[in-house]
């Protein structure tokens, strides 16, 4: 989606880099990742998720989804996190995290996109029914309060179901979504050390935050040496040091 027109338009007149995320949304990560790997300062709107602080009128005017992160550059505002990072190494090319070559480019896009798509049935359902059953429960004044501000079917019918509560069948069936990518992800990085091409890409900075949150939820990485053996490389980057670690040492 990218570029969005807020209704909020308190927005427009930010200049520099604003960042509305939160620190246990893996999709937030990534931003955060994006911008330290390139040592850009960055004002920080933090939303706690679980108190949500993201579910109000304010936020709905500036992302129509509301959910985060959204990046604010220079009063334009760009949501979905695969958009956002595009943007910003687009914007600030120094240090390139996209490769050279086009079948590279192609193939950094397809992760990217890929991550994104699997997002609610994959990565969200996965962890949400193996960490949060039974926490996700909204009284009827919440479900009201979201469902008057959400104009998004799928989101609606996510936060209906995650109040409710995922099945254990749902919940293989994401874990089987999952798997086909991480023994894609484990067959090439058995003989490279990035995902795509010979450089850390902005695929790598997609997926890493995906490998921590679901480490935590439980999935088990043992069945990806190669896979585990990369995201301990990336472990010991100041971008997932400060990106990641210092907003959520532990997930
Ligand atoms: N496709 C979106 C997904 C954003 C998303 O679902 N964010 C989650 C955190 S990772 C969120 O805001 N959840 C709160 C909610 O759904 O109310 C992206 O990549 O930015």
Not at 119 to 136: A, L, N, P, S, W
Not at 225 to 232: I, L, N, Y
Request: aromatic share 12%; glycine share 4%; proline share 5%.
């Amino acid at each position: 989606m990218g570029i969005v027109t807020p209704t909020n338009k308190e927005v427009t007149a930010f200049r520099g880099l604003h960042l509305y995320h939160a620190a246990l949304s893996n999709c937030s990560m990534r931003v955060r990742m994006v911008l330290e790997e390139k040592k850009l300062p960055w004002e920080n709107h933090h939303l706690d998720i679980t108190k949500k602080e993201h579910i109000t009128p304010e936020y709905f005017g500036i992302n129509p989804n509301g959910v985060v992160p959204t990046l604010v550059h220079d009063g334009v505002v760009i949501i979905e996190s695969d958009d956002i990072i595009d943007h910003i190494d687009q914007s600030f090319p120094e240090p390139p995290l996209r490769p050279e070559h086009p079948e590279d480019l192609e193939k950094m896009y397809w992760w990217m996109h890929s991550a994104v798509e699997i997002h609610v049935k994959g990565v969200k359902t996965f962890i949400y029914y193996h960490k949060m059953q039974g926490k996700m429960r909204q009284t009827e004044e919440q479900k009201q309060a979201y469902e008057k501000l959400q104009t998004n079917q799928e989101l609606i019918k996510f936060h209906q179901h995650s109040s409710e509560g995922f099945t254990e069948e749902e919940a293989i069936a994401a874990e089987k979504t999952l798997d086909r990518f991480f023994v894609e992800a484990d067959s090439i990085l058995e003989n490279h050390q990035w995902l795509v091409g010979d450089r850390f890409t902005l695929a790598d900075i997609t997926w890493v935050p995906l490998h921590f949150t679901l480490a935590g939820a439980g999935y088990d990485f043992n069945r990806y040496p190669a896979v585990q053996a990369w995201a301990d490389r990336i472990r010991e980057r100041e971008c997932f040091k400060k990106g990641v670690l210092e907003w959520c040492p532990k997930f």
